[in-house]
Nanobody
Framework: QVQFVESGGGLVQPGGSLRLSCAAS????????MGWYRQAPGKQRELVAA???????TYRDSVKGRFTISRDIAKNTVYLQMNSLKPEDTAVYYC???????????WGQGTQVTVSS
């Protein structure tokens, strides 16, 4: 089984930036893609960005142009650079991995991101 540990969240003012990190450990050899999800209070968890082993990336429309996902395969780590943050980005952010056909949905503790003045 694969475990994910997220870090890098915090409190930031609107327009600010944060960089999230997610370290994967365990049975990582079958991971084809990794992604960042978020869940705001009272809302469903949603996929924010994903990256495949071939570095193909996809983004949720609301974060395009502001967020960048990247992956360091040697470190088994995926990052989410978040710029121009908005209050609506406030959520707990989780990372996950998956195969070509589905996500593991193996959730860690997540990291809280709060955008507020």
């Amino acid at each position: 089984q694969v475990q994910f540990v997220e870090s890098g969240g915090g409190l930031v003012q609107p327009g600010g930036s944060l960089r999230l990190s997610c370290a994967a450990s365990g049975s990582i050899f079958g991971i084809y893609r990794m992604g960042w999800y978020r869940q705001a209070p009272g809302k469903q968890r949603e996929l924010v960005a994903a990256i495949t082993s071939g570095a193909y990336t996809t983004y949720r429309d609301s974060v395009k142009g502001r967020f960048t996902i990247s992956r360091d395969i040697a470190k088994n780590t995926v990052y989410l650079q978040m710029n121009s943050l908005k209050p609506e980005d406030t959520a707990v952010y989780y990372c996950d991995g998956g195969t070509m056909t589905g996500w593991y949905e193996n959730w860690g503790q997540g990291t809280q991101v709060t955008v507020s003045s």
